[in-house]
């Protein structure tokens, strides 16, 4: 039986400019910039959590608040689901 490891992590490329990008002005609708957030819903994910053969959780987020709900993660090398840092409320429903 072979597995295909799966890993998911949401994060920043530009992991500082994050810090005050909610101060960033919109020239158009001289508004603050919107941040348009993830959403995973009803995924399953098996056997996951190995990246560059390190044990790693199946779905990391840093610095980002994805909405998660109806995740089912069995087989994982590692964590489940790992938040580090995010800087919003963070929805996680119906997860097992």
């Keep these: 039986m072979h597995l295909l490891y799966f890993f998911c992590r ?3 490329g530009e ?3 994050n810090l005050y990008e909610h101060r960033i002005h919109d020239v158009v609708t001289h508004q603050t910039t919107y941040r348009a957030e993830s ?3 009803y995924v399953n994910v098996t056997g996951a959590g190995i990246l ?3 044990k ?3 779905v990391q987020s840093i610095s980002r608040s994805p909405a998660i709900s109806n995740m089912n ?3 994982c090398a590692s964590d489940g689901i790992n938040l580090i ?3 919003e409320n963070t929805r ?3 997860n097992r």
């Design 10 to 12: 949401f994060a920043y």
């Design 15 to 17: 992991f500082e400019q």
């Design 39 to 41: 959403v995973v819903e």
């Design 52 to 54: 560059h053969n390190e």
């Design 56 to 58: 790693s959780p199946a």
């Design 73 to 75: 993660i069995t087989l």
């Design 85 to 87: 840092s995010p800087l």
């Design 92 to 94: 996680l429903l119906f």
